[in-house]
């Protein structure tokens, strides 16, 4: 999948990965994608939660070995 933006949060637990997601998207255009690399277990259910209460879309996710992919489209 194409992004605009890669954001790698590998390494950090809650809430880390999420405010750092907010603040790339807050700097984003809108209609752009950030793609999010995680290893925290819980952004398996922090992302999709995220993306409802903000209103940005989770086009895309993924597991590779521990990593988690999330892509996300800014509002």
């Not at 952004?43 to 993306?51: N, Q, R, S, W």
């Amino acid at each position: 999948m194409q992004f605009d933006r890669d954001l790698d949060v590998k390494g950090l637990n809650c809430p880390l990965p999420i405010l750092r997601t907010k603040k790339a998207l807050a700097e984003m255009e809108t209609g752009q994608v950030l793609r999010v690399q995680a290893t925290d277990p819980g952004a398996l259910k922090d992302f999709p939660a995220f993306a409802r209460q903000t209103g940005n879309e989770l086009v895309e996710q993924r597991e590779e070995g521990k990593t988690f992919e999330f892509f996300l489209k800014r509002k």
